[in-house]
């Protein structure tokens, strides 16, 4: 679009939301459409004006409580498919979970002291405006280690409490320490009677981490389920269990997809852009159900593209297999889609879809912008430049990855062809029409 991304902007604090109106202005691809400083303005206002984003504060008029949420949410009921970005300057997480606790796809959660740092507002917006999600760094941080620093306790009490509070299973606990379940049970009785005697003698240090011990304990499946919104499925489990950090890498042996909507820039042009992000969530719910269906991992959507893996992060002997036919059942979801959105008159999605097998680097990698589970190697841009020899409807595999399979699927040879990036060509097999849904 010529005029950019439209934002609505809502705060009830004329300096804040002029600075920001400054600062979203200066990036020159984004227009505020409309602004507001209470609950009814926000929702009104965002509703006439129908804008790509809604750029909000947390507590606003005329409670000052939780206004900005609740207007975000109720303007996402009016209007789906608009994005959301929360801006606060509470680092608690509390708030994070509270806005994600329904669906994190298109909202975003950043802290008001480091907006102004790089472009993070304006990477939000981008995000969401097409139903990604962002969480400032600090927050990931904060939920995944909720405790830490409680005054008079021993190092060794220290790193239980972490795990506790992580939700770390006893029995995992004992197997790390070398030790026993029951014993590491005695240990963590231990550690809340020393909380306890420190509450009663008026340390507040140990009164709020028994407070934030209790909510993480209270909260664990919430925040996993949260988390497993923001990080790739399975990525999420393996942090909260393993204590997994940013910049640990395992080698693997996967096969990675790539998925991408043949003749997108067409039919953005012609769209309404609140209907097309209305298909574009309805489609990434498809392919994701379609991945998770087999086992697979989505690591991320990228405008209209989908990338996910096989076997990683838990190894999976039959990653290829798995691969494959998440492949043909997302042709079969969006071919279910397609039929729905003729008779409402909407454009259909037609995919083209890569896979390739190989080695890879996986690693948990924080930046500034986000926390997200990365996956290197040659096999992932394999991935992406044979998913380009795929027409809409088709899916073609890497000579790899045709190996990989217990059984030859009925597929067409491609000669091999150079492909940008590697020196050798390459060649591959495009599944036969008769694999396609719908023909």
């Given at each position: 679009?010529?005029?950019?991304?439209?934002?609505f902007?809502?705060?009830?604090?004329?300096?804040?939301r002029?600075?920001?109106?400054?600062?979203?202005?200066?990036?020159?691809?984004?227009?505020?459409?409309?602004?507001g400083?209470?609950?009814d303005?926000?929702?009104?206002?965002?509703?006439?004006?129908?804008?790509?984003?809604?750029v909000?504060?947390?507590?606003?008029?005329?409670?000052?409580?939780?206004?900005?949420?609740?207007?975000?949410?109720?303007?996402?009921?009016?209007?789906?498919?608009?994005?959301v970005?929360?801006?606060?300057?509470?680092?608690?997480?509390?708030?994070?979970?509270?806005?994600l606790?329904?669906?994190?796809?298109?909202?975003?959660?950043?802290?008001?002291?480091?907006?102004?740092?790089?472009?993070?507002?304006?990477?939000?917006?981008?995000?969401?405006?097409?139903?990604?999600?962002?969480?400032?760094?600090?927050?990931?941080?904060?939920?995944l280690?909720?405790?830490?620093?409680?005054?008079?306790?021993?190092?060794?009490?220290?790193?239980?409490?972490?795990q506790?509070?992580?939700?770390?299973?006893?029995?995992?606990?004992?197997m790390?320490?070398k030790?026993?379940?029951?014993?590491?049970?005695?240990?963590?009785g231990?550690?809340?009677?020393?909380?306890?005697?420190?509450?009663?003698?008026g340390?507040?240090?140990?009164?709020?981490?028994?407070?934030?011990?209790?909510?993480?304990?209270?909260?664990?499946?919430?925040?996993?389920?949260?988390?497993?919104?923001l990080?790739?499925?399975?990525?999420?489990?393996?942090?909260?269990?393993?204590g997994?950090?940013?910049?640990?890498?395992?080698?693997?042996?996967?096969t990675?997809?790539?998925?991408?909507?043949?003749?997108?820039?067409?039919?953005?042009?012609?769209?309404?852009?609140?209907?097309?992000?209305?298909?574009?969530?309805?489609?990434r719910?498809?392919?994701n159900?379609?991945?998770?269906?087999?086992?697979?991992?989505?690591?991320?959507?990228?405008?209209?593209?989908?990338?996910?893996?096989?076997?990683?992060?838990v190894?999976?002997?039959?990653?290829?297999?798995?691969?494959?036919?998440?492949?043909?059942?997302?042709?079969q979801?969006?071919?279910?889609l397609?039929?729905?959105?003729?008779?409402?008159?909407?454009?259909?999605?037609?995919?083209?879809?890569?896979?390739?097998?190989?080695?890879?680097?996986?690693?948990?990698?924080?930046?500034?912008?986000?926390l997200?589970?990365?996956?290197?190697g040659?096999?992932?841009?394999?991935?992406?430049?044979?998913?380009?020899w795929?027409?809409?409807?088709?899916?073609?595999?890497?000579?790899?990855?045709?190996?990989?399979?217990?059984?030859?699927?009925?597929?067409?040879h491609?000669?091999?062809?150079?492909?940008?990036?590697?020196?050798?060509?390459?060649g591959?097999?495009?599944i036969?029409?008769?694999?396609?849904?719908?023909?």
């Open positions: 679009m010529d005029r950019g991304i439209s934002v902007l809502a705060d009830d604090n004329i300096i804040v002029e600075g920001v109106r400054a600062l979203l202005s200066a990036g020159g691809d984004i227009e505020v459409v409309g602004v400083a209470d609950y303005s926000l929702v009104g206002g965002a509703v006439e004006a129908a804008p790509q984003v809604v909000t504060d947390i507590r606003m008029p005329p409670t000052f409580t939780d206004e900005g949420i609740r207007g975000a949410k109720e303007v996402r009921k009016r209007l789906p498919g608009t994005g970005v929360v801006l606060s300057q509470y680092d608690d997480p509390e708030y994070a979970i509270e806005l606790s329904e669906d994190a796809a298109g909202y975003a959660y950043l802290l008001k002291d480091r907006v102004a740092d790089g472009d993070q507002l304006v990477r939000a917006i981008q995000a969401v405006s097409t139903g990604g999600s962002m969480l400032d760094p600090h927050i990931v941080d904060a939920m280690r909720p405790v830490s620093g409680v005054a008079g306790l021993s190092a060794g009490d220290e790193e239980l409490l972490r506790v509070a992580q939700g770390t299973p006893a029995k995992a606990i004992a790390a320490g030790t026993t379940e029951t014993a590491v049970n005695e240990d963590i231990n550690l809340f009677l020393k909380l306890a005697q420190q509450a009663s003698a340390v507040q240090a140990a009164v709020d981490k028994l407070k934030l011990l209790h909510a993480a304990i209270v909260r664990r499946e919430e925040q996993g389920d949260t988390l497993s919104r990080l790739p499925g399975g990525v999420a489990e393996m942090v909260l269990r393993d997994s950090r940013p910049g640990e890498t395992q080698r693997l042996e996967v990675v997809l790539m998925s991408d909507i043949r003749g997108y820039t067409a039919i953005a042009e012609d769209a309404d852009p609140v209907s097309l992000a209305g298909q574009l969530n309805e489609h719910a498809a392919m159900r379609a991945i998770l269906g087999e086992g697979g991992t989505v690591m991320q959507f990228v405008g209209d593209a989908v990338m996910a893996t096989f076997g990683a992060p190894p999976q002997p039959d990653h290829a297999a798995l691969a494959l036919r998440a492949a043909l059942g997302m042709h979801e969006q071919h279910l397609n039929a729905r959105w003729e008779g409402e008159g909407l454009p259909p999605f037609l995919l083209g879809i890569g896979l390739s097998t190989g080695e890879v680097a996986a690693a948990l990698l924080g930046s500034e912008e986000r997200e589970y990365t996956l290197v040659d096999t992932v841009n394999l991935a992406q430049r044979i998913q380009q795929a027409a809409g409807g088709e899916v073609v595999l890497s000579e790899t990855t045709y190996a990989a399979l217990p059984a030859a699927p009925p597929a067409d491609l000669e091999p062809q150079t492909v940008k990036g590697r020196h050798a060509a390459v591959g097999w495009r036969r029409n008769g694999s396609r849904p719908g023909t």
